[in-house]
């Protein structure tokens, strides 16, 4: 993930930002038990820099997904953003995963980059039988707005939410500058998500820390993590969203997204076991650690 990346982070302010002032409410219309879902995976499946790490050594290429859903519950699913999946593949897809694992697709970059949510109508609701065929393997799927996609195209947003059921499960990243420098548009359209209840993605990364808005907008929030190769900084990181997730389950979150990036893909596994250990210990769950079979680095909290 190029986005935000910096190659000297040794002035980065990492604390994860206080939340706004809209979210207790928002979560509030939640679960009232404290004990919301908490899904965790990666950007991909087909690392083969994890044969012999998280996968069997020998495991061929065809078996990747099926051995990914044994150690992972979710997947930030970009394929999706370059070409939708056929139909059976979906259903393939569907028939080899476990009960509790979900989809994430990405919006096809067609609509978002391309014609930039002018007249997407047909692609859009394309898009949406599409990852229907996910039926309760569905999880957050996300819109990424381009990097130059400012408060000045308001209006196209506004409209292209009209468009999005109540309830969907699609989060919006924000990433134009503006939408953080003129608070009204930001504030404006958020609250119209808040209305419909569509979720938020939030991407916390090293160089652009104004993305980290921690504007929720429905009980259901995505949250994209970028490490910078298990530097000391990751493991703060990590230690910070537990103790925040931990806090919105006290409040009524009912599920969290969370997709653990890295700048190497190999690195993905063992920054999966840290932070599966941070949230076992800091939310009172036991969430199934992923198995190494081999790391050269210390991941355990203790």
């Known amino acids: 993930m190029e986005f935000g990346k910096l190659k ?11 939340d706004h002032y809209r979210n207790r409410e928002v979560l509030s219309t939640g679960r009232n038990d404290g004990k919301g879902e908490i ?3 990666c950007p991909s499946w087909t690392s083969k820099d994890w044969l012999g790490k998280l996968y069997p050594s020998k495991l ?7 051995n990914y859903t044994k150690h992972f519950s979710t997947i930030e699913f970009n394929s999706s953003h370059y070409a939708l999946p056929s139909k059976s593949q ?6 080899e995963s476990p009960t509790q694992f979900t989809f994430c697709p990405k919006v096809p970059q067609e609509i978002s980059h391309w014609k930039r949510l ?20 569905l999880g957050c799927s996300f819109l990424q707005l381009p990097p130059d996609f400012g408060v000045e195209s308001l209006s196209m947003l506004d409209s292209f939410l009209d468009r999005i059921p109540d ?13 953080f420098e003129k608070n009204e548009a930001f504030e404006y359209i958020t609250k119209r998500m808040e209305e419909k209840k569509l979720p938020m993605c939030l991407t916390d990364v090293a160089g652009r820390r104004d993305v980290l808005h921690m504007r929720l907008t429905s009980p259901i929030v995505a949250v994209r993590f970028v490490g910078n190769q298990l530097h000391d900084t990751d493991y703060v990181r990590m230690r910070a969203w537990a103790q925040r997730i931990a806090e919105w389950r006290a409040q009524g979150l009912e599920k969290i997204f ?8 190999r690195l993905c596994p063992e920054t999966a076991v840290y932070f599966v250990e941070c949230i076992n210990d800091t ?7 992923p198995k190494l079979y081999q790391s050269g680095i210390q991941t355990s909290l203790f």
């Open 39 to 41: 899904y965790f995976g």
């Open 8 to 18: 000297d982070i040794s002035t980065v302010d990492f604390k994860i930002p206080t």
């Open 90 to 95: 979906v259903e393939k897809w569907v028939n």
């Open 283 to 289: 939310c009172g769950v036991n969430l199934p650690i």
């Open 258 to 265: 969370f997709f653990l990036h890295q700048p190497e893909d």
């Open 60 to 66: 061929k290429s065809a078996e990747f997904f099926e």
């Open 167 to 179: 309830q969907y499960p699609l989060s919006i990243e924000f990433r134009d500058p503006s939408w």
């Open 118 to 137: 002018d007249r997407v109508g047909v692609q859009l609701d394309t898009f949406m039988q599409t990852v229907a065929g996910f039926e309760k393997h």
